[in-house]
């Protein structure tokens, strides 16, 4: 079992890349994020690989770090998740994204990525959420710093203050952990407009 390649940049389609180890060239299926934040052609690269097996086929998934992997892995875990859809969850959001949107229950956020309508969403959200202490430590590309998880009371102000945020255009990690901000600031029971705008407040800062 392949578990992780280091070599070049060879060749980049629309859901694969081929990475040249010693002049052999392996042929991994990536997300759209992953495939965008892959270095130019002939630039090294090392990519945290989960193989899959099958009677007529080998094919090779990459991801940026085995953290990145360890969500590819749990994704499909939950009923009606393949490779297919749990690539294009992880090729739609950050796995700090999915982890925040996990844990504020967010469906709708995970029901963006292409493929995936909302009842696997929900499926998602709700199944991933006890496996949360395994997974939540999200690393950034870099592993330079952790990205944490906002974990947020159960409310409507809150998701509605979450949603407003990413819809102006910040990262859902930014915005659940503004409104966690907020929500300590403001009391638990503060409405969505005052989450709101506390969780720009502290955004701008």
């Known amino acids: 079992m392949i578990g992780k390649l280091t070599g070049l940049v ?3 389609a629309e ?50 770090s085995e953290h990145e992997r360890a969500w590819f892995r749990a994704l499909q875990t939950v ?22 949107a996990v844990a504020l229950q967010d469906k709708a956020h995970v029901a963006r990525a292409q493929g995936v309508g ?5 499926r998602i959200v709700a199944e991933l959420k006890d496996k949360m202490p395994a ?10 710093a952790p990205s944490a998880v906002a974990e947020l009371p159960e409310g409507l102000a809150a998701r509605d203050a979450v949603s407003a945020l990413t819809n ?22 503060a409405g969505a407009a005052d989450l709101i705008r506390l969780g720009l407040k502290e955004l701008s800062q």
């Open 118 to 122: 909302p009842k696997v969403a929900g």
């Open 79 to 100: 009923q009606g998740v393949g490779a297919k859809v749990a690539l294009a969850v992880l090729g739609s959001l950050s796995v700090a994204d999915l982890a925040n």
């Open 10 to 12: 060879d060749t980049v």
């Open 135 to 144: 997974l939540a430590p999200a690393l950034s590309v870099s592993g330079a």
């Open 15 to 64: 859901s694969t890349v081929i990475i040249d180890v010693s002049g052999v060239g392996y042929e991994v299926t990536m997300g759209s994020r992953q495939l965008g934040a892959l270095p130019p052609v002939g630039e090294p690269v090392s990519l945290a690989i989960d193989t899959h097996m099958r009677e007529d086929s080998i094919r090779l998934y990459g991801f940026a």
């Open 168 to 189: 102006l255009g910040y990262a859902h990690g930014e915005a659940a952990a503004a409104v966690s901000a907020a929500m300590r600031a403001a009391g638990d029971e």
